[in-house]
């Protein structure tokens, strides 16, 4: 079992990568009970019946059975173990594992039986097996003895919580004492640590609380609740125990811990041990299938459908468990039966590999192992009420046997581990966990025999194939973090050579000087290699902790282990050589990956080594020896044929061999020297160095050998870099990538410059910088002018190359000489080189910081050393709602820029070179880059500036600026210029500083002087070629280095003049005081270019801006919020415009006073062909891309059943809304014609690509959608523009006159309908019922005309349609009534989400929409109320009878649904909309419709204040109102009363009228102000002022801008006559009374409008609740991958098999399944795990969101990879829920699709 689990692995998820279907492998679940419920396969049955008649009646067994008696019984027997064994041998195989149960498998019936059967095999389990043990222990009532035995226990302060998969655990970075070291989560809110800098990450299941153990924290080890009370004795826990109790403990552990191992251990399929062979045997066999790592699911699945007959649902079930639990019972039945299904399993799974296990076992072996299972968890129970039983089972476990060494019985589980199936391994390693690892005094024990054993364990370990958590091996994290068991170990044991010998015995791939060879390795090699690796995690504990004290035996052991690893690195060093490819590429890449793991995995290790060897000098001294042996041994072979020559340069001469890297083997792989290199520079930091450096073990081997491997390492890159290797492929181009990178350089990059430096130190520098001429080839270039002119003449290749090594080289020299930031090599603290590191990277743009933490090397610790630091080189900028927080280096800290900073890459450096150029120009500063000062040198490097001064790097120098001069033909670049100008200014550094802190004439070091008058060139000194080049017009750019440089010449001269008078005024130049007026001349000058400059680049990036693509532009647009939209809306701004002041005349929306709109022209501009046209009735249809979607965002009722859609009756909404169509557009128009071509074009190029890659789209052309042409906006239907058509009714009728013609109106038409539809027959007999009198001009067979177009009724025809086909889900049929109810119902719905929305936000209901909705709801409010103009007269006519019956019930017409059933406004939104398909047949010409709309406005106004008057709860009543209260509240009152009167005590009483009032006030607003929108927008009136702003006081603006009086209940009471008997009818319906008695949902208002669940604060809160989630399908199983609901809070096991559900056919994950019921196919969830948001839309779409949660550096932490502490941020999550709101989603994941396209292949339905 891991320990809390540090290194996550494998199962988080990658993107690209949802749903691995072959993936069998499970993390090992620990607790599992040991059942092995059998599922009935069918087929034929078991044949073996007769045991089953005995064992179906074990009820007169537990009456005939006493436990006290069996036990008193088997005490009293000379022979325990005889007795106990009969006992066992007579029940074990007549309890458990009785086969399946005779019913039906997958049936209910069958699973309750199976059920029951579980619970009796169960219950006859605990009264006839485990009681008799526990009265055997506790002579006395097993309840009562425990509870006895726990009171007198002392328990260890040791927490030992054991981790459940999922479960948060907390780890100080403070006060850890490695990082594997966790708390649980109890213990962690108990601890100091939580004040600390912690880390939280969820385990893997296994491994245990550390709180308690003193040894793993630093600092505050116990948790309040584990604090050791009584100074915890040392006291033997069993000496606590009545000695009696102790007997009976070992007798009892004895027995049975060796029953268990005997049945778990032996490999036998038909034996029992002896004393256990039943009493009868049946021929009763189980064929048991075992897990491998090897098949998949699939192919498991596949099997065993074939060979067991079963369904696939029953195979997956199986497959499921297989993999779980390690193996199954697949049959059960007689021999041949089960021999049967294993022959064809096994023929089927041999065929690509080795075959799948099955065994055909007896059952009563079965049986057995399955009550060894719950007799080792019963101990395990037993062993947690008392320290002393637990001891004693701790000595049980391991006292040798009879066999002598490793034959205790511990021993014996161990050394099989590797034969166990999964399920056995995880019980008996729980038990070890429990005991021994929480008694110090045998965990001690247990780890000696462990250590012992290790080499055969990881021998075992290597040839199983199942994963490291389910072996035994991964205790050794238990063992090995205790630094005083891991030194025990290694003193006692030898266990650090153990492990690195065991290491290197696995690795045999060498070739023949012995090195590894991985190419050509084999994938069972490579998989061999992949298990090999937990070994350096071993060895990686072992050396977490440095000693702090040295005893000899650990030296003596340690540096044994030393030798051990040197042998592993002699094996590494120059592995995988590489040779130049010249003429033809490679042919194949050569494998270079092992090699790069394995020196990847070693970092660590290595690392380690050399701080244990830094904490003792006789250790390092002799480490030292060691190690330079070791290379020695390495070079032995080295200079074969490879010749002596000589060199000599600037009047030296040096001998050395010859060696072209460019020709001859060269590896990267050098580990040996540069451990060397490593601990050369600890020696460097000792006191030995200072005062007695002969003394040190310098000097056997030669400085020039010591270089050679580095440099030719370095040559090799440089030689990459200039493209010479080209043909070597890409595996040599990751190597020198991985060489360099942060995971690896420390040991690689970084120490190879350290042992150049530690060369140069030693040699003369002249030599060492022959030396590296001549290995990059460049040697002869400087040699001889003669060379350079051929040089120059030979072909451009060649010239680029050298050219590239050449700055190579000297950026090399900057190296060696500059980089002083590692302790040993410079005078620096740890400290400073992170600090130095963060300045870098800080200097190439502000980072988040993670970005800062991956660019830092870790230490085994998992430690950068970031946090020290940040604060003083950063300032923090805290992230907005988007993005993340950054840090920004404070600008002190630039003059510690260093622009060749050995860590930057070419690109990096090229960035950071123009971040630091612009900031100085902003600054008006010069943009010179000088070197910044370096720390002093130690002084065993101390010699190191010589370099700077030496003549051969002067004649290199004097070469580079001579071409310089010259300046023609292509042989000298600017870099090289710069590097030779970094250069020369490190040097006059150097001086200055000398001068500085020598203040003497002694000073050697005298560079000025060497440029000044030495002449290496014909052209003069350096420092004449300098002041040559500073006028050159081309160079421009390093003019103000040149200018610094020859200043600083200047003042060292002065300094050296001045030395005498002591004045050490620290001179730097270009900022003294000296600074002349001629240079502040200039720099005004140039402060002004540069001014003119930033304007002119302002321009340019103003105009780029504009030219911008429109779709990025409104792709911004999108992801803004509402809020964040100016607001600018099309009609409230005009309609001010046109001089009807809104605020002089009162604006009234309907009714007969309502003012309308001046005939207004509305011209728009098709995006597709740029043409302009005028919306009207008889043009060519134009359009808006449109949305439709199913919502359930305002649901108050989400168990809502959705009734089958053929039977659906969509024309009145229950208010609970559970179900709406929601239509958005994006506002982008469009000519009809124009999009139907698009719209083919866009189907025609997705079906030619569909044979390849089907479906690879963000839309589903299939179901209409599209992406809007201009903004990419997903769209699956258009919404036809229509034009206003004012008519203004003439006549006022009063509600009683328009009521009655409406009825007549009506009865016409009812009896017009039962004509048609009866036909001739009916008419025979016109019974006594006369032809009702049709009001006057009313003409039931007059056909309106169509005042459309035919495109715009196609269009009109169109949306429809897809309103149709969405909100139902039914295939689009324009014959269906319903068609017009659901182009009703979206207008309706959309404006009362939008309604919900402004409310929300608290934004004013008008004036604030962003265009693209008010161009939506203003063409889908017009398009509604023409949209029954493209439908049957008689269907629209029929609807509006129905409509009109819910207001006047009428008991003719059936099925009207009861006023609490009916949301009013959309009841209103319909009757609106139908009615006017009845005037229409009013030829009189006197329109009335505005009268009727108001009529109806009013009626249903009434009718909402009865319903909302039923409906408030009145429950608090406060203080009652004495006094008589307004007339508001007095005529609410007498509402009230009359519906009492109606329904009586179903109502309470309600004194309070002050209080209904409030209720109804409150209730009714929000059907108000969705009834302003709509009128607002069918009538094209201006919104009055009042509601143009946000705040108080909208009521009477409201209820004026409705014509309604502000006193609502007039409404009510002037038409009291009329109204009465309506409501007397609406109260009648039988639905009321019993929904108002608990017979329905009662839907209160107002509605509130939903919000997505409230998210703890802390993050671990819900991982913690994850954690204790258990998937719901498979027994209190975990899910591995828990998923929250946003929107109603539903925990759901995602991404599994085990919770796929179909939903239309088709399987998909419980995450899909849930949006079905939850949100009508969107979702949001939050993955726990992952710490992401998850957005579903439909089946096939979906994409991921950054959660709400952030880290306090501003940052998400997706994946939870980093682990910092999240918080919730309510903006970001406001944000979401926002989104969802306003229907984004779909919109969201479409954008998130077409910009990263491997969303697109994610298959979003498994999740
Ligand atoms: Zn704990
Ligand atoms: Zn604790
Ligand atoms: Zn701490
Ligand atoms: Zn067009
Ligand atoms: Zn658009
Ligand atoms: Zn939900
Ligand atoms: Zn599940």
Known sequence: MRKGDVTRKGDVMRKGDVMRKGDVTGKGDVTRKGDMPSIQEGGKMAAAEPDTDQLSSPGSEFLNFSAKDTASRWLAAADLQQEVYRHLAAYVPRILCLGPSSSGGSSREGQREEQREEQREELAYQLLLLAPLEWLLLREEPAAGLAQLQENNRPSPLCGHVFKVGEPTYSCRECAADPTCVLCMQCFLGSVHKEHRYRMTTSGGGGFCDCGDAEAWKRGPYCQKHTPTDRHTEEDPVAQLPADMVARGYSIFSIILKYAVDLLTCDQEEQLPAGLEPPERGDTYYCMLFNDEVHTYEQVIYTLQKAVNCSQKEAVSFATMVDRDGRKSVRYGDFQFCDQAKSVIVRNTSRQSKPLRVQVMHSSVVAHQCFALKALSWMGQIIQYSDGLRRILCQVGLQNGPEGENSSLVDRLMLNDSKMWKGARNIYHQLLMNSLLMDLKYKKIFAIQFAKNYRRLQTDFMEDDHERVVSVTSLSVQLFTVPTMARMLMVEQNLMTTIIRTFVDHLRHRDLQGRFQFDRYTAQQAFKFGRVQSLIGDLKYVLITRPSEWTNQLRLKFLEGLDAFLDLLKCMQGMDPVVRQVGQHIEMEPEWEAAFTLQMKLTHIISMIQEWCSTDEHVLIDAYRKCLSALSQCHCGLPDGEQPISLSLAGHTVDTFRYQVSQDKVSIHLPVCRLLAGLHVLLSRTELSSRVPEQLPLGELSPPLLIELPLRCLVLCAQVHAGMWRRNGFSLINQIYYYHNVKCRVEMFDKDIIMLQAGASMMDPNHFLMIVLSRFELFNIFNSADVRKRYREANKDVVQQNNTLIEEMLHLIIMVVGERYVAGVGQVEPFDEVRREIIHQLSIRPMAHSELVKALPENGNKETGLEGVIDIVASFKKPGVTGRGLYELRPEWNKNFNLYFHHYSRADQSKAEEAQRKLRRQKGEDTALPPPLPPPLCPLFGSLVNLLQCDVLLSVEGAVLQWAVESSGGGWTESMLQRVLHLVAMSLLEEQQQLENNRDDDVTFNYTYKITREAPSPSGSVLALLETLQKAPQLEVHKDMITWIIKMVANIKTMREQTASTSTVSVCPGHGAEETVRDRDKAERKRKAEMARLRREKIMAQMSEMQKHFINENKELFQQSLEELEASTSAAAETSATGLGPTCVTQVCVGPRRVGRAEHRQLVTCILCQEEQEVRGHSRAMVLAAFVQRSTVLSKNRRHIVPDPERQEPLFMHPDLSLGIHTASCGHIMHAICWQRYFEAVQLKEQRRQQRLRGHTSYDVENGEF?????????????????????????????????????????????????????????????????????????????????????????????????????????????????????????????????????????????????????????????SSACWTVAPLKTVHTHFIRLFTALFPDSQVENTPCILDTDMFHLLVYSVLSYSSVQSLDQSGCSVVDSAHLHLLHLVTVAHLVQILLTSTTEEVCMDQDSEGSEEEILTCQLYNTLRKHLGSVLPQVSSGWQLWRCVKAGILPFLRAAALFFHYLNSTAPPADLLVAGPGHWEALCSFLSLPSNLLQVHQNQHTLLEPLIYRWCCHPGVRQTLQGGGVIVRFPRESNRLIELPEDYSVLINQASSFTCPRSGGDKSRAPTLCLVCGSMLCSQSYCCQTEVEGEDVGACTAHTFTCGAGVGLFLRVRESQVLFVAGKTKGSFYPPPYLDDYGETDQGLKRGNPLHLCQERYRKIERLWRQHGIAEVIGHAQEANQTLVAIDWQHL
């Open 1267 to 1423: 992406l809007c042409p201009l903004c990419e906006c997903l769209s699956n239907t258009v919404i036809p523009l229509l034009p206003h058509s004012p008519d203004h009714s003439v006549n006022h009728p009063t509600l009683e006159a328009w009521l009655n013609t409406t009825n007549q109106q009506i009865a016409t038409l009812h009896s017009a309908h039962r004509k048609q539809s009866d036909g001739t027959a009916e008419e025979a007999e016109p019974a006594g019922e006369a032809e009702p009198a049709a009001p006057e001009g009313f003409r039931v067979d007059f056909t309106p005309q169509s005042p459309f177009s035919s495109s715009i009724r196609e269009m009109i025809t169109t949306f429809s349609v897809s309103t149709y086909k969405v909100g139902l889900k039914l295939n689009p049929n324009e014959q269906d009534p319903r068609v017009p109810v659901l182009s009703w119902s979206t207008c309706a719905y959309t404006i009362q989400s939008i309604e919900r929305l402004l409310m929300e936000e608290e934004k004013p209901l008008f004036g604030s929409l962003p265009c693209r909705q008010d161009d939506c709801l203003s063409s889908l409010t017009r398009f």
